[in-house]
């Protein structure tokens, strides 16, 4: 994504078009963070039901208004970020390297076992 892209984002949100930030920040994320967007768009979508049902108080829509915003922003900067320093990578690679230490230690220790 390039800062045009986050820019952009930047701007709609500032302009109160959540629902456009929401949709090109979707076509132009990292795959992995797709699953974080479509959270967002439910959050987002559902708190419209309820402003237009009268289900929710004005402050209470501003503040979850204010949190969806705030998770599109920074969804947008961690897009931005070089693969691997994003936050998916570096917790795939921590599982993977963790693994491979167990499977080590289990080897050494059953070897050591078999003495």
Known sequence: ?????LNNVQKLVASDKTDQALKLLQ????FILNFNLTILRNR????KKN???GTITHDKAN??????????????VENEKPWFYRRAFL???????????????FKIVSE???Y
């Open 51 to 53: 402003i237009n049902r």
């Open 112 to 114: 050591s076992l078999n």
């Open 91 to 105: 917790r795939a690679f921590i599982v993977i390297l963790l693994l491979l230490v167990l499977i080590i230690v």
């Open 1 to 5: 994504m390039s800062n045009n892209i």
């Open 44 to 47: 987002y979508f559902r708190l």
């Open 63 to 76: 503040i979850e208004l204010n949190r969806i915003n705030k998770s599109i922003l920074s969804l947008a």
């Open 27 to 30: 076509n132009n994320s990292f």
